[in-house]
């Protein structure tokens, strides 16, 4: 079982629609929980960081994180063509070998089509 | 204010050339990480400092790869006698506090091994 586990898509939603993206982690105990998104040829840009459970909304962007279940996903209303990338997901560990390092997953395309 | 930067961003080595690849953080940022990207993958952690003090070096894939951060600013890694493995994108990010705080990416370093 990898440790962080993403629907690698790609997942295609039209213009103005929501598009919800899920992320499953092992570490019981992770502690911080990040969506970047990484545009083709590019390096991967911060959108959200979530640290307890519950809903977190930034502007467009919903996260929400339910560590009883080791669930995040990310949420974006009114879905734009310049959403269009790979969305990654990624957890940091709690403590020992995994203290430090982010996880990623393997990140799920998205395309957003007019 | 200034981000992440990483030069050069794109190299090209002749297999067993050594290779030295520089980051500069983010001012004031204590964190720095090194990882590495294969096409169509998520990053995959290589190794982590705190200011001068490399932490984490249990992602380094070989005794080729070193790092290192002499002043606890600017970190350098090196590969020696590259292997036509080696070839991946190469990324820095800082954070301003010790984990599990925020990660910021440079635009990496795209290293192809011919």
């Known amino acids: 079982q990898k440790e962080v586990e993403q629907n690698s898509g790609p997942l295609s939603v039209p213009e103005g629609a929501i598009a919800s993206l899920n992320c499953t982690y092992s570490d019981r105990v992770s502690q911080s929980f990040f969506w970047y998104r990484q545009y083709s040829g590019k390096s991967p840009e911060l959108i959200m960081s979530i640290y307890s459970n519950g809903d977190k909304e930034d502007g467009r962007f919903t996260a929400q994180l339910n560590k009883a279940s080791q669930y995040v996903s990310l949420l974006i209303r009114d879905s734009q063509p310049s959403d269009s990338a790979t969305y990654l997901c990624a957890v940091n560990g709690a403590g020992g070998t995994s203290y430090g390092k982010l996880t990623f997953g393997q990140g799920t395309i998205l395309t957003v089509h007019p | 204010g200034a981000g992440v930067s990483q030069s050069p961003r794109y190299k090209v080595a002749k297999r067993g050339q050594d290779v030295a690849l520089r980051c500069d953080p983010i001012?004031?940022?204590?964190?720095l990480f090194w990882y590495q990207q294969a096409l169509g993958q998520g990053p995959e952690f290589l190794t982590y400092f705190q200011n001068e003090a490399q932490l984490d070096k249990s992602g380094l894939p070989s005794d080729r790869f070193f790092a290192e951060r002499p002043e606890g600013s600017v970190s350098t890694l090196k590969i020696q006698r590259t292997q036509q493995e080696d070839s991946a994108v190469y990324l820095c990010a800082s954070s301003l506090v010790r984990p599990p705080g925020e990660q910021f990416f440079g635009p990496g370093t795209r290293l192809t091994v011919l």
């Open positions: 001012s004031g940022h204590v964190s």
